[in-house]
């Protein structure tokens, strides 16, 4: 069955945290899990260039964001890390990005991440922070700045009922926020597709012939065209659950980002 995942994309208020809220991210590990997930998701990598990685960091409110990178002594910034670059509230902090054989290696990312973040913990610059990106080798810097007094969320695409990682860190943080679906469809060039409910028309939705079945997430998925629209019934047999867009490849991709199988 296909079910709405939950949701994690509200941004923090001062009801919720002591600001202020800072956030720390390793952003070529982010940006790569980032690409990844659109893939396990199956969104054809045709489509993979709607969608903004810089956006990610605006979900949720923070007052200032840390992003650390890499690149080439010598070479010129990446469009991406122009783009982060010129958003409001975000400090690019970057290392060195070396070859070694066959390998490319970064050099003083994590270090500078680790320092900042503990820095601002025991000095009291910050009262809440969170971690993006993170991964096994963050897990004492979570401890850590956990034991100054500091809030601390882990936001990361790994599941936590799965693997070691992903549950160490969810264990160690006050919040581990799972990135999913509706998070990638809110980094879609304005914001995605034009979904709308079509609750309305779903008599006449079930008596409309199948256009065509689509697989989301290896569950079978009736499309129906009606008029200049295209509809799709998912979640339930329920008339809230009828759904249209006027592109057909959006209505598939909002389908497969916002739903998933259990």
């Known amino acids: 069955m296909l079910v709405r995942p939950e949701s994690t994309m509200g941004g923090t208020t001062k009801k919720d945290y002591l600001l202020p809220h800072f956030a720390f991210v390793d952003a070529d590990n982010l ?39 890499a690149i080439s002594e010598g070479s010129d910034l990446p469009d991406w890390l122009k783009t982060i670059r010129s958003q409001k509230g975000i400090v690019l902090k970057l290392g060195t990005l070396t070859q070694k054989g066959q390998q490319r290696k970064q050099e003083g990312v994590d ?28 897990i004492p810097l979570v401890e ?9 969320e882990v936001a990361s695409f790994n599941n936590p009922e799965k693997g070691r990682v992903a549950p160490s860190l ?28 079509a609750m309305s028309l779903y008599h ?31 979640g339930g047999d329920s008339p809230s659950n009828v759904v249209s867009c006027s592109d057909y ?3 598939l991709i909002w389908l497969k980002l916002n739903f998933e199988a259990v």
């Not at 270090?111 to 963050?138: E, N, P, Q």
């Not at 850590?144 to 601390?152: M, Y």
């Not at 943080?173 to 879609?188: E, H, K, S, V």
Request: proline letters at 2%.
């Open 170 to 197: 969810q264990a160690g943080a006050d919040n581990y926020i799972r990135l999913n679906g509706p998070w990638l469809d809110f980094t879609q060039h304005g914001n995605g597709a034009s979904i709308s409910n």
């Open 249 to 251: 490849d959006d209505l």
């Open 204 to 234: 006449q939705f079930l008596r409309t012939p199948i256009h065509k079945k689509e697989k989301i997430h290896g569950e079978a998925v009736e499309i129906k065209n009606l008029g200049s629209s295209f509809y799709a019934q998912v």
């Open 144 to 152: 850590a700045v956990s034991e100054s007094g500091c809030i601390v």
């Open 111 to 138: 270090v500078k991440l680790a320092i900042d973040a503990t820095r601002f913990a025991f000095s009291r610059t910050m009262r809440t922070c969170t971690l993006y990106g993170a991964d096994g080798d963050f």
């Open 31 to 69: 940006r790569r899990t980032f690409f990844d997930k659109l893939s396990d998701l199956e969104v054809p990598e045709r489509f993979h260039h709607r969608f903004i990685f810089s956006k990610l960091l605006e979900v949720r409110s923070h007052d200032r964001v840390y992003v650390y990178s």
